[in-house]
């Protein structure tokens, strides 16, 4: 292009809309999503093989096929990297979660497939893994543990807060206090699984029947205190 046709450009004529389309369509540094989910897939891949202290930056950007450079054009550094792809994954869950309480069927239903796919997500090898690296950080860097843990529960305890809240108003459940009551029902669901996948006393993640039963018995101590009789 000579000067004549930048300056045609800049007045307007048809190569300008064609450059201002262009313009459009770049996205700026740091803002392509699908670069982005790249980088923490390959950063995922690698701190579950290597673990949080020993994988390095340098590490990532090989496994995700981008340059160092291009990480820190996306992430100030490995914690920023690490709490984006916590919060990736946490997302998915609580997704997940929320769909499964909006779901048709009675409030035990509901209540009964959210606790299944909770206590599935949460005993499963990477979510243990993730706890795994916190615990283990939190020592050094216990502004990273108190931030994995208000994100996550803030998050997960809001959704079935709502929907205990939901039913209350419907005259389905009687609960004078939910946030209470959704705690209790969360650590129910899981009682004797989580804790024991976590250190170890469970290495592999429990069966569906052993959840179902689990989750069976949660739900009816819940809904024997909380359920409105018919």
Do not use: W
């Amino acid at each position: 292009m000579n000067i004549q046709d930048k300056g045609a450009g800049r007045a307007g004529g048809p190569k300008g809309d064609g450059a201002e389309a262009s313009c459009k369509l770049r996205l700026a540094a740091g803002q392509d999503p699908a670069k982005r989910l790249q980088i923490l897939d390959g950063a995922y891949r690698v701190i579950e093989r290597m673990g949080y202290d020993a994988a390095s930056v340098n590490d990532i950007a090989r496994e995700a096929g981008v340059s160092k450079g291009t990480i820190y054009v996306y992430f100030s550094d490995k914690e920023d990297m690490f709490e984006a792809l916590m919060a990736h994954k946490r997302e998915q869950i609580f997704d997940a979660l929320d769909a499964e309480l909006k779901k048709d069927g009675t409030t035990a239903e509901r209540l009964r497939r959210y606790a299944i796919r909770k206590t599935t997500e949460l005993c499963s090898d990477p979510v243990i893994r993730a706890h795994r690296v916190i615990i283990g950080v939190t020592e050094r860097m216990p502004e990273m543990g108190l931030r994995f843990y208000e994100r996550g529960n803030t998050r997960g305890s809001k959704i079935l807060q709502d929907f205990l809240g939901e039913e209350v108003a419907a005259g389905r459940l009687a609960i004078p206090d939910v946030q209470l009551a959704a705690a209790q029902f969360f650590e129910l669901s899981m009682a004797g699984l989580f804790r024991r996948r976590l250190f170890g006393h469970l290495p592999k993640p429990p069966t569906e029947a052993e959840i179902a039963r689990i989750v069976d018995a949660a739900l009816e101590m819940f809904l024997c205190r909380y359920g409105v009789e018919a």
